[in-house]
């Protein structure tokens, strides 16, 4: 710690707590306060925020505790909502709940009065959860069970975990009797993982209520060195992904089971897709990914593994780009997350074909999940590309689009988030999550990075503010395959030490 400058602070108690956590990971932020000190002078009286609502795991178990899976068309997130309000409304936060059309799904948003008019920050974290698969878990996904220095849950990582780590780290400040210097305001907002009344609905309706400065939401992985728990690389998301499908349908004669033929529609569709399966888009590195690559190199103490990014950075030719990323992602503790950042990526996600075991079906889809790099491969490229790769495979091949939209103006548009540039890192967020990710993380690294999924940041990018993402808590790559899949969990420690985080980025608002 630069104590010289901490020294110099006024608030001395408060920053004496942070030097007090430096690099303490088993630490949380529970407990009794280290010191009141000076900065009560200036504050206001402290609010009496209820100890577990400070701690973070606490917080989380109970978030876990709510079913609010979205199958696909909303979640139940209304008594989620509700428990979430009580905890802010007990610290003294106005908090309002924002219905969408469906009664049980409905946005949250508290708001922490800053004492200037400077333009707020937003934390945007979405209450919904992927359903599961409830008999392929070893706990229940609806409780919150920690096990072996574990949290297991639906939306340990995705993202209840930093729902918890926001909320009570901005707790911590208003025990304190802590101000900021501007508004904060938390969004708990639905219908992110799929559904009409998401951020964008909310945006159209409610925009006085969001406009903000500047935005952190999910995203920027913490990841560890071969150990899985050593802190490498922090990382804060500037831009997504671009989020596009494909319908791949073959065509056969239907006809009776007991006569099969080769050419049988789910046959055709199986080859195609085996094919699509095997062949990977050209690697297109960008500034933030490059910067993102050559941070990896600089964190990781695998040294081969350094070399081999150095080689695909300085790579000249299209051939030794491949070859190099090739010995990348071999080598990557985090192997499909490092492959998905250097390319268009296809993922088979849902596939119908058939209806009756005497009828061989004249038809076989599947939908192909896509994700381009911005500034990278445009969608538009890359679909030629693929139909050319199966132009042999009487398969169709077709862009999904929204109805009653060509798909010439459907890849204007993706053309359009194609273009989006990433956020602006001269902001006072983007400085504060440095900052805090430095004292928190002092042997690891941090760079800005592109996220290889999606937010529900749109409607803030619409309007030209810059939106940021982590998800604060150091994983292994089991737990970041766990994500949408199965027995999703994230290290306790990892989510104390993340909680800390937060306070410390949070701390840098604080008058
Ligand atoms: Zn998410």
Redesign the pocket.
Known sequence: MKMGRLLSNQMLGRRSLLGGLAGVGAVGLTGSRVFDGSSALASPPAVNVAPADLDSLDLLKRMISYDTQNFGTGGKTRPFAEMLKGVWDAAGVSTEIIPTPQPDNVHLVARIKGTTSAAPVLILG?SDVVPVEKERWRTDPFVGTVRKGQIFGRGAL??KGMDAASVSALLRHIDEGGQFERDIIVLTDCD??AGEYGSSWLAEQHWDKLDAGMVLT?GGWFLAQHDRTTPMLITVTRQDKVYFNLDLTARGVATHSSKPNPNAAIVKLSRAVDELAGWLAPIHLTPVTREYFAALARATHDRAFAKAIRMLLHARSHDTRERAARVVVARSDYPWLHSALLRTTTAFVIEDAGYKENVIPSTAHVRVNCRGIPGGQKPRAFLKQVRSQLAHRDVRVALARPEGTSEAEYLDQLDKSWATRPADLDTPLYRAIKKAAAATYPHAVFAPALFEAG?SLQPWREHHIPGYGVYPYVIDNDQLVAMHGNNEGIYVDALRKGTAFMYRMFDRFRV
């Open positions: 979405h995705d993202m992110e993982e999910e937010t």
